[in-house]
């Protein structure tokens, strides 16, 4: 061989760049993750709130019923 330092640098460099490479996709991947989770929150959230108008309206409907009173069928 005639330049084996030569042929070690270039492994090097090329392991040293694959290294970067996946890096950078990895943290863009990463931010991206991070986004989706910022949705879910905020869609969890919007969820639960809507879940507690519900429930709150669906007590108040139940309250009305007590006052009405059944009118028979054939009146």
Known sequence: MKHPAL????????????????????????????LIHEAVEKNLQETLSVHRTLYRTRGAVNQLHQYIEPVPKGV
């Open 7 to 34: 042929i070690t640098t270039a492994a090097g460099l090329a392991a040293l760049v694959a290294l970067l490479t996946q890096l950078r996709r990895h943290r863009a991947t990463a931010r991206k993750i991070q």
